[in-house]
């Protein structure tokens, strides 16, 4: 190979490389920018999302169990109010909120706010709503049912009969 060939062999490999160079230098400027896309997404995902509604920390524990009742529009569990309070108040367990939901669900029952359904005849299948919910036979319309997974099924357990 003559030194002409050589030189113009050279001078063709360079521009050949520099070609590479400037696509994997596009290709790596590609990757950061969606590197650093998929980072962002991550974080917001992490991020828990701030509901701009009308729940406030400092309502009264009647109001925060009407405000969940408007939100969700269904007969519900304790609880269930329990985890929807929890979910907006970590600091409280979701223990204590079924222990401060329990008797002021009673007193809306009083006042007529509230009505109490039991399914099987077991206190622990109660679910609330309002009475506007229930058809007039007393059965919950079908658009505001509970969710099913609050429901427990149990034989009967009792070892003597009466």
Known sequence: MSTDQQQTLVKLLVKERDAYLAKANSISQ??????QS?????????TPKIVNDDYNTDMSIKNKILFFFKQEQRFMHARKLAELANARE??????????RFSTILSTLKREGKLVKYVINKQNNNTFWGSP?????????????????????VTGNTDQFEL
């Open 38 to 46: 998929m980072t962002r997404s991550i974080l917001k995902a992490d």
């Open 132 to 152: 506007k919910w229930l058809d007039s036979h007393g059965q919950i319309l079908s658009e505001y049912k509970y969710d099913e997974k609050y429901v427990k």
């Open 30 to 35: 590609t990757i950061e920018i969606l590197e």
């Open 90 to 99: 970590p600091s409280i367990t979701v223990k204590k909120f079924s222990s």
